[in-house]
């Protein structure tokens, strides 16, 4: 089957044998200021490695560990930053949506809806994104095997809108434990481009007891195989401080990580795909 592929932006195009894009940001949006500030890091070490990037930061973290847990805060201030962002660097932005009345006030600002993998088999919701034209990123639900993932990126593409991306972040393995099977990329590969969640495969969910723990001293390794094995994409979480991090602050990368892990990923998809760097 020809690769899917799409042009999100100028100079950002996805799949088709296009070079990787980055999806990056902190977990949660904790302040506008902050986030501004990461967007123009982040826009330096894309620059600097010649890779398109979609900058990441959600409004609301609805999925979490306890009810004490930070969650962001909220759609209408989550917004104004995330319109600050793009009015600062001039990037196309992602973030999630939980509910379907939340699709149409957030297309009018990012330029990729998120739906998050618990919410994957969810029809309204999916349909809702679709129907809103902009470009739709779904997770694989931890629970799901990736053939499955052809039936949410069926119910996008049934409302006309075929921009849709899908998103490998691991599969649950007993308790408090996720595997990435590298089998699934080229599964997933074969209906929609693909892009390897990165922070959210080295989760231990509910680890902490009270909070998500995680495993980051994996990110190289598991970034660097799905490179390997072909992907469209990369999404990593980043934090200036990341033990700080009002969320994930377990499995974010700080800038420096991230600056180091996106030139080993171009390597790596270089000599797989013969591609010039």
Known sequence: MEEQSFELAPGVAIGGGHRPVYMAGPCVIESGEMVVSVARELQRIAVSHGVPLI???????????????FRGPGLDDGLAALAAVKEATGLPVITD???????????????????PAFLCRQTDLLLACGESGVAVNV?????????????AVEKV???GNNRVTVTER???????????????????????PVIFDVTHSLQLPGGLGH???????????????????????????VHPDPGRALS??????????????????????????????
């Open 55 to 69: 900058f990441k930061a959600s409004f609301d973290k609805a999925n979490r560990s306890s009810l004490q847990s």
């Open 248 to 277: 994930d602050a377990t499995t974010q990368l700080s800038l420096e990580e991230l600056d180091v892990l996106v030139g080993q990923l171009e390597r790596v998809t270089a000599a797989v795909r013969g591609m010039p760097r």
């Open 157 to 159: 593409r049934s409302t």
């Open 97 to 115: 949506v939980h509910e379907t009345w939340q699709v149409e006030p957030v297309s009018k600002v990012v330029d990729v809806l998120q739906v």
């Open 170 to 192: 691991g599969s649950s393995f007993g308790y408090h434990n996720l595997v990435v099977d590298m089998r699934s990329f080229p599964v997933l590969r074969s209906f929609a």
């Open 139 to 151: 997770k694989k639900g931890q629970f799901l095997a990736p053939e499955d993932m052809r039936h």
């Open 211 to 237: 909070a998500t723990a995680g495993a980051r001293q994996f990110h190289q390794h598991l970034a660097r195989a799905a490179a390997a094995v072909g992907v469209d994409g990369f999404f990593v979480e």
